[in-house]
């Protein structure tokens, strides 16, 4: 069995055309009639003629092209495997996420899909946009108010709340001012933050660092505060930690986004997991 005649049959059947099945599987016109001639010797017997410009098939046509039928849906179906085994799923995200929710998500989906690979940018939000419509990432991961920019795009979407996290062993109760570990001033969150609360507060900021997870660190040695989103904040004990809510007169969110005509396996495993939390919603481009 020749596989190459046998996929220039199923395509001039398919296309009722030698010039089409030529010009699609990038052989000469002369090429695919040979193909067919020697598909006709293989099996001994004629498979099909034409008549007023249409391709006929025999009855011993049929039946080659039943199989052939089989063969190319069993040829398209290993090629997708092949594929998928070596897709690269592309995340983009922003530093604070990087070392936090991202880890939680991508070590999920490393324990339910062992085979899955994955590659993670950090950049700046507009740099992710970026990437993301260039198709140099199959997905981005923010925190920041609601994004307007999803006219192209699936949207997954979360709310997040704040706190004042203080370690137990520098509480006071009604303190005159706050010595505050604050993220640096490219994050929106803690730019919310001081707008509403720097007067009230009597804010003073000790150290600003890009990453919550090393504010987390500090919070135990030192006496300060930090106010930090609440999805940053639940692995610091209660035992240890005071845990103060604290909301902002603008709604945060966690985001997800993608082109949705641009979804493989690998992305309908991170959605399929990431729709499992409750607190997500979906809005689906316009």
Same mark, same amino acid.
């Given at each position: ?22 010009? !699609? ?16 010797? !293989?099996?001994?017997?004629?498979? %099909? ?13 049929? %039946?080659?092209?039943?199989? #052939? ?27 604070? %996420? ?40 199959? %997905? ?12 192209? &795009? ?9 706190? $004042? ?9 009604? @303190?005159?001012? &706050?010595?505050? =570990? ?9 730019? #919310?933050?001081?707008?509403? &609360? ?19 660190? *500090? $919070? ?5 505060? #930090?106010? $930090? ?12 930690? =005071? ?11 966690? !985001? ?9 396996? !690998? *992305?309908?495993?991170?959605?399929? *997991?990431?729709?499992?939390? @409750? ?8």
């Amino acid at each position: 069995m020749n596989f190459i005649y046998l996929q220039s049959f199923y395509h001039v059947v398919s296309t009722n055309s030698y010039s089409k099945t030529a010009n !699609q599987l990038g052989y000469s016109q002369s090429n695919i009639s040979y193909h067919i001639h020697k598909l006709e010797e !293989q099996y001994g017997q004629e498979l %099909l003629f034409k008549r007023k410009e249409k391709i006929v098939l025999t009855k011993a046509g049929e %039946l080659v092209f039943t199989f #052939a039928q089989s063969l190319m849906k069993e040829h398209h179906k290993l090629l997708n495997q092949l594929e998928q085994k070596n897709e690269v799923l592309r995340i983009g995200t922003i530093e604070s %996420l990087s070392s936090s929710l991202m880890v939680t998500y991508l070590s999920k989906l490393r324990q339910l899909y062992p085979e899955m690979k994955f590659r993670v940018s950090v950049e700046d939000e507009q740099t992710l946009f970026d990437l993301l419509a260039k198709d140099e990432l199959d %997905l981005i991961f923010i925190f920041d108010e609601m994004t307007t920019n999803t006219m192209n &795009y699936v949207h997954l979407y979360a709310e997040e709340t704040f706190e $004042l996290v203080t370690h137990k062993k520098n509480v006071v109760d009604h @303190p005159e001012s &706050y010595e505050m =570990i604050l993220t640096d001033n490219k994050c929106s969150y803690r730019k #919310a933050f001081l707008e509403q &609360y720097r007067s009230a507060m009597n804010i003073s900021i000790v150290l600003e660092l890009a990453n919550p997870e090393d504010i987390k660190k *500090l $919070l135990s040695s030192g006496n300060e505060t #930090a106010f $930090l989103p609440k999805y940053a904040t639940k692995d610091l004990s209660s035992q240890n930690f =005071i845990h103060s809510p604290l909301p902002l007169n603008k709604p945060f969110y966690l !985001q997800w986004l993608f082109a949705d005509e641009k979804k493989n396996s !690998q *992305l309908d495993k991170l959605i399929s *997991l990431l729709l499992e939390d @409750p607190h997500y919603e979906v809005k689906i481009k316009r």
